[in-house]
């Protein structure tokens, strides 16, 4: 299929890597006008070779600068909200500030940009809303994934409460809860483990290999879209099997 997501315009955070970036590339396919944001500018630069002009820096942790793009930007009909940071530890590893950095970065940034742009949704007769979420901390539980594992329980709850809020008013808002995914942010913590490290990850894997961020776009396009009108409030799994 193509252009399922003609005449749509959709924003995405954390779009320079990994999921966000896939979903970035994805939704252009399908038709839509894009506005890619990150911290990342080399990843945004190379995203504008790939034809996705609309790029800039955002801080989603910051309310003033989400505020002032959602103005900048104007009506969306699609929001993406990719920012996220896995955390390592347990709770004897998670000191107060990782706590806090864990649930601003992946929490209250969703909160923020739904915050900021969904008068303008409002105001255009609707729209989609995609969160990514996690398998961890939602459908099942990982080891040293103790704050990680909380942030992604809360983005599913926080889903749900802005489905069922804006359920009359054109608004869906879904989650989207990968397993293991092969991004480079997941490349960089199985090198932290050293020789084998990668291997280690896809050892849990009952498929026998990582998922991949182009089957996440997958989903994501399809929450997007209007195949999806009928869909709303829910977490979706994509973890090849792993919490079977």
Not at 159 to 173: H, L, M, P, Q, S
Not at 192 to 199: H, K, M, P
Not at 216 to 233: N, P, Q
Request: glycine share 12%.
């Amino acid at each position: 299929m193509a252009d399922r997501l003609k005449g749509k315009r959709a924003f995405i955070t954390a779009g320079a890597a990994g999921i966000g970036r896939a979903c970035a590339l994805a939704f252009t396919r399908e038709g839509a006008s894009v506005v890619a944001t990150d911290i990342d500018e080399v990843g945004l630069a190379s995203l504008k070779k790939e034809g996705i002009a609309d790029t800039y820096r955002l801080d989603v942790r910051d309310t003033a600068a989400v505020e002032a793009m959602a103005r900048k930007v104007g009506k969306i009909d699609i929001l993406l909200n990719a920012a996220g940071f896995v955390h390592n530890g347990t709770v004897l590893e998670c000191s107060d500030s990782d706590w806090d950095f864990s649930f601003d970065l992946n929490v209250k940034s969703m909160h923020r940009t739904i915050g900021a742009f969904l008068p303008v949704m409002l105001e255009g007769g609707g729209g989609a809303i995609v969160n990514v979420s996690s398998a961890a901390g939602v459908f099942k539980a990982a080891p040293n994934r103790y704050v990680y594992s909380a942030t992604k329980a809360a983005v599913a709850a926080l889903t749900r409460a802005v489905a069922v809020d804006f359920i009359t008013k054109g608004i869906r808002c879904n989650a989207i809860c990968p397993g293991t995914i092969e991004t480079p942010s997941m490349l960089g913590r199985a090198a932290s483990l050293g020789a084998g490290g990668r291997e280690m990850f896809v050892s849990r894997q009952p498929m026998g290999r990582l998922g991949t961020a182009e089957e996440i776009a997958s989903l994501a396009v399809y929450l997007a879209s209007d195949e999806s009108a009928f869909t709303t409030g829910v977490a979706h799994i994509i973890d090849g099997g792993w919490t079977l």
